[in-house]
């Protein structure tokens, strides 16, 4: 009997670890409020698949900024579509970043997450955010999120969870001039 509680309490930890619901938040600007500034990559401790990236040299390109942990079911399940987003923009201006900020200690040691990066056939950038440096500078609070950034260095629209892929992409269009 023991041994089922433990079970369920540790499925149920595991479950809540991570956001399984998916909800969108479009930053909508006012007339005298326009959408806020992505803030600055910062602390990261090591990038994978790039050079270091700074917001400032962006400009100009769509970004979407993606928190995930490589431990994460539902980041896990978000990740086929934030590479194929990747190949299908990439080359249209779009730039995909993944800033894996770790829930668990092992998943704070770089070997595992390059490790994690390769398993998963990630091209894309990849930041280290072990500190949740850059994780605090966006007020994020959930796995996997996602954040779309305009040409002009603002944030234009956030997603949280699994889901919401078309709406995603069809904001990415529209910022890159497809739509």
């Known amino acids: 009997m023991l041994k089922l509680i433990i079970t369920f309490l540790a499925a149920c930890l595991?479950?809540?670890?991570?956001?399984?619901?998916?909800?969108?938040?479009?930053?909508?600007?006012?007339?005298?409020?326009?959408?806020?500034?992505?803030?600055?990559?910062?602390?990261?401790?090591?990038?994978?698949?790039?050079?270091?990236?700074?917001?400032?040299?962006?400009?100009?390109?769509?970004?979407l900024v993606e928190f995930w942990t490589y431990d994460c079911i539902n980041c896990i399940h978000v990740l086929p579509h934030m590479k194929q987003l990747h190949e299908r923009y990439a080359a249209?201006?779009?730039?995909?970043?993944?800033?894996?900020?770790?829930?668990?200690?092992?998943?704070?040691?770089?070997?595992n997450l390059e490790n994690a990066v390769k398993r998963f056939g990630i091209r894309y950038p990849v930041a280290q955010d072990n500190d949740y440096k850059t994780w605090d500078a966006f007020g994020n609070q959930y796995w996997p999120a996602q954040y779309l950034i305009n040409q002009d260095g603002r944030i234009v629209y956030r997603h949280f969870g699994e889901g919401g892929y078309a709406d995603t992409e069809a904001r990415i269009q529209h910022l890159l001039g497809k739509r």
Not at 20 to 44: K, L, N, R, Y
Not at 96 to 105: L, N, R, W
Request: hydrophobic letters at 40%.
């Open 14 to 63: 595991c479950a809540a670890s991570c956001t399984a619901g998916a909800f969108d938040d479009p930053v909508q600007p006012t007339s005298s409020a326009p959408a806020p500034m992505a803030p600055e990559f910062t602390g990261i401790n090591h990038w994978i698949n790039s050079a270091p990236l700074t917001m400032q040299q962006l400009r100009g390109k769509v970004v």
């Open 92 to 111: 249209q201006g779009l730039v995909v970043v993944g800033v894996h900020t770790p829930e668990y200690g092992h998943e704070r040691i770089l070997g």
